[in-house]
């Protein structure tokens, strides 16, 4: 799942090299910290959030086959 937010995160910003994706685990749940630089930050959130909303989604729908909960938080 992680490299799954990073793909995307990646393929959305101008500044590649400054995505970091950072991943903590407990038994039942994911916490994804994704950090962008601060003039990508609009790109990743999108209008109204709904790029945020998307990527969330996808990450979510993946988690699925592992029965796992998915939280992923956007930071610069």
Same mark, same amino acid.
């Given at each position: 799942m992680k490299e799954l937010v990073e @793909?995307?995160? !990646?393929a959305?910003?101008?500044?590649p090299d400054q995505v970091l994706v950072?991943?903590?685990?407990?038994e039942?749940?994911?916490?994804?910290?994704l950090t962008v630089a601060a003039e990508d930050m609009g790109k @990743?959130?999108? !209008?109204?959030g709904r790029i945020a909303n998307a990527i969330r989604t996808l990450v979510k729908a993946?988690?699925?086959k592992d029965g796992?909960?998915?939280h992923v938080d956007i930071d610069q």
């Open positions: @793909v995307l995160a !990646k959305l910003v101008d500044h950072a991943q903590s685990e407990t039942r749940s994911v916490h994804l910290q @990743v959130i999108g !209008k109204q993946a988690a699925v796992r909960r998915v």
